[in-house]
């Protein structure tokens, strides 16, 4: 089945009870049981829920995986799987990356005990160096927020199963849309589902997809026992939000395809980092392993005084200012002061995230229309 066609039907069975298309929102806390320990699958639900139910079955299928688990957010799956470790395991991840991610590792789970060894994964050499005895798995991130770096998850996925690595990858900015790490290799797929999978800006969630049972179990026991799961309601928001994921991410890579050239020939724009550029450093990579480049871009005026960097931030009108992505929307952000505020200056600079950055979710609308906005914002 073509992923077209997965994204309407993945996971959507007709309610046998009333013929409903749609995943009904089974909004309970608890299930009648006919004798203790006989039941129809569903006993409490922290454990369980029919809606939740059917959202993991359509992660599974959209990213070509056998399990899916659902969570209250992003970071909660995230959580889930550190705790997968135990103190004095090392975790190699990407020095770009989303700054929740660091600072869940940095501020949480190195406090118990976790080493977090971040390197530059662009090089697959890179994380083979970085491997120790104490190395349990590897975070990728790719696209990297902000910088729009790229892994080549292959080339990291044959180094992580010759240490009997976990490898783990956040496929947030690409989506299954674009890009199914399991194929590659990978272990592991998360996602802040709030973003591309939901794509109205109106959910919290987050998400795992693996192929491995005994993975799955752990992952379960996990997502049980610390309870950070998502209602039935943001279930069947996500589920909602995956039927039109096709459509919408063809209209992102589309519209990203038009403003990011035009950002590279704007007179007052001196770069713009977006892998579907032929020079991109990580342009090969992207190609083999995504489908399109998608709808994030971020880019750095020519005077890039904060000052001036502001300015732009507050002119936009129909690129709102605000956090997150993935949305239909058109976002504009500052990483530096929003969403990777936490990552110490030092470095986010070594890093190369500088503080004039600005970074696009470029959403749906008229691609003319967004160039009006930034033409004028960027005067």
Request: glycine share 8%.
């Amino acid at each position: 089945m073509k992923p077209a066609t997965q994204f309407i039907h993945a996971g959507a069975h007709p309610d046998p009870t009333t013929g409903a298309i749609m995943t009904p929102i089974f909004q309970t806390s608890t299930y009648v049981q006919e004798a203790p320990a006989t039941h129809k699958g569903y006993e409490y639900a922290r454990s369980q829920n029919p809606t939740r139910t059917a959202l993991e079955e359509a992660l599974a299928i959209i990213e070509q995986g056998k399990y899916g688990l659902a969570f209250s957010s992003g970071v909660a799956a995230t959580d889930a799987v550190i705790k997968l470790l135990n103190p004095g395991d090392e975790v190699i991840c990407a020095n770009d990356m989303y700054g929740g991610t660091y600072r869940l590792f940095t501020k949480i789970f190195e406090r118990f005990g976790i080493v977090f060894k971040p390197v530059d994964t662009t090089n697959a050499e890179n994380v083979a160096a970085a491997v120790t005895s104490n190395t349990k798995l590897v975070w990728l991130e790719t696209p990297t927020n902000p910088l729009m770096n790229i892994t080549d998850i292959e080339a990291v996925a044959t180094i992580t199963k010759k240490h009997n690595l976990i490898l783990v990858v956040d496929n947030t900015f690409a989506s299954p849309a674009l890009q199914n790490p399991l194929t590659l290799g990978a272990d592991i797929v998360m996602h802040s589902a709030t973003k591309y999978l939901g794509g109205h800006s109106d959910v919290i969630q987050g998400a795992l997809v693996m192929n491995s049972a005994e993975l799955r179990e752990k992952l379960y026991f996990i997502q049980k026992s610390c309870g950070a799961v998502p209602g039935p309601m943001d279930c069947f928001l996500v589920l909602r939000g995956i039927k039109t994921l096709g459509v919408r991410m063809k209209a992102h890579c589309e519209n990203g395809a038009i403003i990011a050239h035009w950002l590279r020939n704007h007179p007052k724009v001196a770069k713009v980092y977006w892998p579907g550029f032929e020079d991109h450093p990580g342009h090969a990579a992207a190609k083999k392993q995504m489908r399109d480049f998608g709808g994030m871009i971020s880019f750095e005026l020519k005077n890039d005084s904060l000052d001036e960097v502001k300015r732009v931030l507050s002119k936009t009108h129909l690129f709102s200012l605000a956090e997150s992505l993935g949305g239909v929307e058109s976002l504009v952000n500052h990483p530096a002061s929003m969403t990777h505020a936490s990552i110490p200056r030092e470095e986010r600079i070594k890093n190369g995230l500088r503080d004039s950055l600005i970074r696009l979710s470029v959403g749906i609308e008229d691609a003319e229309d967004l160039i009006k906005d930034l033409d004028q914002a960027i005067g």
